[in-house]
T-cell receptor, first 116, second 112 residues
């Protein structure tokens, strides 16, 4: 059973370009969470999605950032017109449910985005 | 008050000692609590989950939950240098849209 898969592992973009980060959850998981982490800092929640629905995007910047989790395929975090401040590690996690049990979330290896 | 807070680090303990990591949370309705370990440059790794008041033991790790005090802790017995990492407390805010809120983490150093 494959774990959470993120790709690419490393992504370099020039200022103004678009970045697309992909996350395939663990088999059977329908809940996906995206986090951003700057060096030596904690995990900052960005968005929580279920299949075809955004449940909570309170951590997403209002502009340039969007996320989706289609019925088929991976979840995508999209950053338009990247700026140097977007350079960070972006982690995706998935869980089986969001009830009171079996809610463990497992992380992918992350995508390290560098904006030059 | 921040939703999830952890004792400030870094925390240094000698090899073989017990390391104690603490976490408090603000949402009284939270039902699920987790400890993750993150090595530098790596992704967080789940090490413990706890849902009921009391203690839960797994090898050298013991998680303790007190919902009345809104407090969860992690004890690491017989600490090893390989335990040196940042430990993240996470709370599943079931009744709010935002799930899996993480604390800022506590960096643990186990000295040989």
């Amino acid at each position: 059973n494959a774990g959470v898969m993120q790709n690419p592992r490393h992504l370099v973009r020039r200022r103004g370009q678009e970045a697309r980060l992909r996350c395939s959850p663990m088999k059977g998981h329908s809940h996906v969470y995206w986090y951003r982490q700057l060096p030596e800092e904690g995990l900052k929640f960005m968005v929580y999605l279920q299949k075809e629905n955004i449940i909570d995007e309170s951590g997403m910047p209002k502009e340039r950032f969007s996320a989706e989790f289609p019925k088929e395929g991976p979840s995508i975090l999209r950053i338009q017109q990247v700026v140097r401040g977007d350079s960070a590690a972006y982690f995706c996690a998935s869980s089986l449910t969001s009830g009171t049990v079996n809610t463990e979330a497992f992380f992918g290896q992350g995508t390290r985005l560098t904006v030059v | 008050q921040k939703e999830v807070e952890q004792n400030s680090g870094p925390l240094s303990v000698p090899e073989g000692a017990i390391a104690s990591l603490n976490c408090t949370y603000s949402d009284r309705v939270s039902q699920s609590f987790f400890w993750y370990r993150q090595y530098s440059g790596k992704s967080p790794e789940l090490i413990m989950s706890i849902y009921s008041n009391g203690d839960k033991e797994d090898g050298r790790f013991t998680a303790q939950l007190n919902k009345a005090s809104q407090y969860v802790s992690l004890l690491i017995r017989d600490s090893q240098p390989s335990d040196s990492a940042t430990y993240l407390c996470a709370v599943n805010l079931v009744y709010y849209g935002q799930n899996f809120v993480f604390g800022p983490g506590t960096r643990l150093s186990v000295l040989p």
